[in-house]
């Protein structure tokens, strides 16, 4: 059985939401401050903080790191869950699973995303398996049910099939609360693309696979009942790209959080 190492529970105390449970031990640590950014805004920020802090070392064998999260969002609740990267070292195994379980009028923005490790020690796509499931539930029906896999094969490594991105990620909207939000990164990612890919002249040519690499490179599709969510998904060759396009796309979240993400 699972040892569970730590859960907050937020919930609406004379109208302001508040946390009225909290539980970590090692080497989980969740910190709780009393207030980020604006005072006008009904948000809880909550920092959770792992051994390593995102960063997964060398494995012992063929032993595997793992963590599990598991997420219930209420009524008219919004769920913002925006970590740094994950980031292996060499040999490193890894493994995470999350679940969200959603009301029907409840919202929920997750990040997630992994680097191609230490580049200053000269390794890059180096580990030996990443796994990153991501579930989400709309009542009891599945409505999001996505696995990212990396592992090194036999037949090629796994930085031979990146082509030299050192990033990769995905962002999952879901919720009415974020409709103009998820408008304005498909139009975002849209634009954007439509700038890597074509020259500027009124003939809007396609430029020549032997011009420069684009620095990032992104897609956007919806997914569930009436379009409800939106995916994002992500490679770029510098973790600064990834940084910067979620600060361009995510700021107007500041309404809601009191502060904009990844700033």
């Excluded at 989400?136 to 696995?147: A, R, T, V």
Aim: overall charge positive; glycine content about 8%; aromatic content about 10%.
């Amino acid at each position: 059985m699972e040892t569970q190492t730590g859960f907050v529970i937020v919930e609406k105390v004379r109208g302001k939401s508040t946390v009225t449970q909290s539980f970590s031990k090692y080497p989980l640590k969740l910190i709780v401050p009393n207030k980020v950014g604006s005072m006008n805004t009904d948000a809880v920020w909550i920092y959770s903080l792992t051994y390593g802090g995102g960063i997964v070392y060398k494995s012992v064998g063929f032993k595997c790191s793992e963590q599990n999260l598991e997420a219930k969002i209420g009524s008219n609740a919004l769920l913002v869950l925006i970590p740094d990267p994950v980031t292996c070292f060499s040999t490193a195994r890894y493994s995470q699973k999350q679940v969200f379980r959603m009301a029907s009028d409840s919202s929920l923005i997750i990040v997630d995303w992994i680097t191609s490790g230490r580049h200053e020690s000269g390794e890059v796509w180096d580990f030996k398996h990443y796994k990153s499931t991501n579930h989400i539930f709309l009542g009891e029906q599945p409505l999001f049910l996505d696995s990212v896999l990396l592992e090194d094969g036999c037949i090629s490594s796994i930085a031979e099939r990146m082509h030299n991105y050192q990033v990769i990620a995905m962002v999952i909207l879901v919720g009415d609360k974020l409709k103009q939000i998820q408008s304005q990164i498909q139009e975002g990612v849209k634009r954007m693309m439509h700038e890597q890919f074509y020259t500027p002249s009124t003939l809007g040519k396609r430029k020549t696979s032997g011009q420069t690499k684009p620095n990032i490179i992104a897609s956007c599709s919806t997914f569930g009942p009436k379009g409800i969510g939106v995916v994002v998904r992500i490679s770029a060759i510098t973790t600064e790209s990834v940084y910067k396009f979620l600060r361009l796309h995510l700021t107007s979240m500041e309404s809601l959080l009191g502060a904009p993400p990844y700033h």
